[in-house]
């Protein structure tokens, strides 16, 4: 690998690690119009027990946990770049506290695939969530 390479592979790897750390901080906030940006206009989201969705559904999903307070952590345990595509593994663990009710807490495993835009920002694509109960 050139060292031009390896430099372009580096800062991809950061703005992937940076893009994962934006999308933890501002589903924290309740941030929609920041996540939105996030992903690619047709991602797809494949989690245990539902059909996959889109972004229409994923707005529906963040709207039912609007008033619900969340944590969460993320281990990146593996990025790969692949020209404009990229892959990441990742291992996350949420807390969610809704506003009454008992706080539910889940972890797992997460393997999303990355595209660059034009613009040359990474978007998440395709994300399999295989988020569990604890």
């Not at 539902?50 to 994923?58: I, L, M, N, S, V």
């Amino acid at each position: 690998m050139s060292s031009a390479t390896q430099a372009n592979s580096h800062s991809d790897e950061r703005a992937i690690r940076s893009l994962i750390d934006t999308w933890l901080k501002a589903s924290e906030q309740g941030d929609l119009p920041t996540l939105l940006n996030l992903m690619e206009d047709d991602v797809v989201f494949m989690t245990p027990g539902r059909e996959p969705f889109g972004k229409q559904g994923f707005i529906r999903s963040f709207e039912q946990l609007k008033s619900s307070k969340l944590e969460s952590k993320s281990d990146i345990k593996e990025i790969e770049v692949l020209g404009e595509w990229a892959w990441l593994h990742n291992y996350l663990s949420i807390s969610i506290k809704p506003d009454r009710g008992e706080s539910t807490k889940r972890s797992g495993h997460i393997l999303s695939i990355l595209h660059r835009g034009k613009d040359g920002q990474w978007r998440i694509a395709r994300d399999a969530n295989m988020l569990m109960s604890n």
